[in-house]
């Protein structure tokens, strides 16, 4: 195993004190298939091997690379707080899959359900001492009860389906703060005012405290409020900016400000204190159009799954992090639907700094109205719980457009009311109530249940004349619908934006398809359709169906599927391990052309010079 410390970076950026220390690296590890580990004593005896966290076992990276069912696994190492700490020991987890329980010193500290959500535990009066050792058992049923999104179920790798990932997959991390604390600080951008609402949850209430929020540019403070907090464990205040500081986030020029959140006490001192940044956008909905800053900015998505052939849904790096957006930028795209898993938030962190557009999702993928074993996840109370979290701790990122809870979730035509439809219902209303300043869509594709802000289809054609029939019925308000003789079944279309949120998914491989044919091993290579059978039928058969979409006066954007292969899906744009497939520059071309949708607004043309040009395919920004 490497010596150098792995994910050092600090995981949230937007939230940052002056106290915390990474705890990744070398950690003692044991698999416990049985799942008997609490019953032989492992909260306390040794454990036989060595992992290298954050990197999930059943990967190259974290010097295990079991890949069976791994039904439960335990990690321990000691702990040494540093010195000028004080206070409250906060241990912070980025993602742990997905029944996690945490000992401290042998006293169990918490627990935690959910592999994509983070979660804190106050360690309190355990992490008085000087030293403590941390034990962390990860359970992983790897049934169809829990939220998986595209981790394999069967033993091999198959279809849309991939290698799983268990145990703690995301990094660990200490944090020092004072006994009344921030919890977090939602960030809601209201760009018609020149104004931001900073909304804080405290620990705890306390005598003369307030809660200060300063913004500031260009390292200069340019507005600053304050409001009591002693009254209320939430205290919210605005912060309006002096009008020759107002500056939209936009792709074009992704401004941030930087912003200072404080914890004051009666006295005027601060006692707490945390550094974060924010973006001043909106978006909103007039008739069929989808606008950012009141104007109509065409989307050009690309999926992104978030894996890596050595690290699984771990970036290696932050760096790659990076590069994964600045490759999205450089075939044309100018943001990604983050597809069926919770990033990581330092991925948000480079996508607010480059202006690259992003819609959010959870990992549900395979949820069918029905249940029983047949369905690849069950719908379930945790589902709501975990995407609260999430909800929680993303929701000041401005490059977030929007959301979309679940995905092709298959609910058929029937008489009673399924328990889908009680999860759909639920996570839709959550989604709004947490965060009303964003478009929600309940499903992405196939069914939506609820009158959703922005309608959606997925479809697969790989013939552009077939696409362009099948999407022709958009501009009489009949689009394409995910609808069957034997299901889903929808709500009808009432007049939302709309946008086809996966399509393409070419086949190509150019290691095996020059000579393709029928019949071969989908676990070794698979793709939507036949596979093309050269670059050049590649770029027509692309360039035909996203020119169906810039084409369409109604139509907000698309998203192409996908970024990179993933393992035996080979139908990116990238390969999987980020080497280029095709002729990068010319798919940029085809996308750069002017949509139409970007030089008209419900039918009527927009002013000039309001109209938004295709990126530039340059990440923007001090990335850092």
Known sequence: MSDALPRPEHPRPQFVRDRWLILNGEWDFEIDQGDSGLQRGLVEAPLSGRILVPFAPESAASGIGDTDYLQAVWYRRTVRVPDDWFGVVLLHFGAVDYDTTVWVDGVEAGRHRGGFSSFTLDLGPLAAGSEFILTVRARDLHDNTQARGKQARQFLNNGCYYTRTTGIWQTVWLESVPPVHLRRVATTPRFADGAFTFRAAVSRNAPGHSFRATVLSGGRPIASAETRADLDLSPALDVRLPEDAVRAWSPEDPHLYDVVFELVDAAGETVDEVTSYAGLRSVSIDGQALLLNG??????????????????????????????????????????????????????????????????????????????????????????????????????????????????????????????????????????????????????????????????????????????????????????????????????????????????????????????????????????????????????????????????????????????????????????????????????????????????????????????????????????
Request: charge should be negative; proline fraction near 6%; aromatic fraction near 12%.
């Open 295 to 624: 104007e109509p900015v065409f989307q050009r998505l690309v999926l992104d799954q978030g894996w890596w052939p050595d690290t699984l849904m771990t970036a290696p790096s932050d760096e790659a992090l990076r590069e994964d957006i600045q490759l999205a930028l450089s075939a044309g795209f100018n943001g990604a639907r983050l597809h069926q898993k919770v990033f990581e938030e330092r991925y948000l962190y480079h996508a607010d700094r480059a202006g690259f557009l992003v819609w959010g999702e959870f990992g549900d993928w395979g949820v069918n109205g029905l249940g029983g074993t047949g369905a690849n996840q069950q719908p379930t109370a945790s589902h709501v719980g975990e995407w609260l979290e999430v909800l929680e701790r993303d929701i000041s990122h401005p490059a977030i457009l929007g959301w979309c809870p679940l995905n092709e979730t298959a609910q058929l035509r029937h008489d009673r009311t399924t328990a889908l439809d009680d999860v759909t219902h639920a996570m839709f209303l959550a989604t709004k109530l947490a965060d009303p300043s964003r478009p929600v869509i309940d499903a992405s594709g196939y069914s939506h249940r609820e009158r959703t802000d922005v309608y959606d289809s997925h479809s697969y054609l790989q013939d552009p004349a077939e696409f362009a029939e099948q999407q022709r019925g958009l501009a009489d308000g009949m689009p394409y619908v995910n609808v069957g003789e034997d299901g889903p079944w929808s709500l009808p279309y009432a007049g939302q934006p709309y946008f086809v949120s996966e399509f393409g998914g070419i086949w190509w491989n150019p290691a095996r398809s020059r000579d393709a044919g029928a019949g071969d091993d989908l676990l070794d290579s698979w793709g939507y359709g036949d596979r093309v059978r050269n670059l050049d039928e590649f770029y027509a058969r692309f360039e035909g169906l996203i020119g169906v979409l810039l084409d369409d006066p109604r139509m907000f954007g698309y998203c192409y599927t996908q970024l990179t292969d993933v393992f035996q899906e080979e139908n990116g744009i990238y390969a999987f391990d980020r080497t280029v497939k095709l002729d990068v520059e010319r798919i940029r071309r085809a996308q750069q052309r002017p949509a139409a949708y970007e030089s008209t607004r419900d039918g009527a043309p927009v002013p000039a010079g309001t109209a938004h040009s295709a990126p530039s395919g340059e990440l923007r920004g001090p990335v850092g």
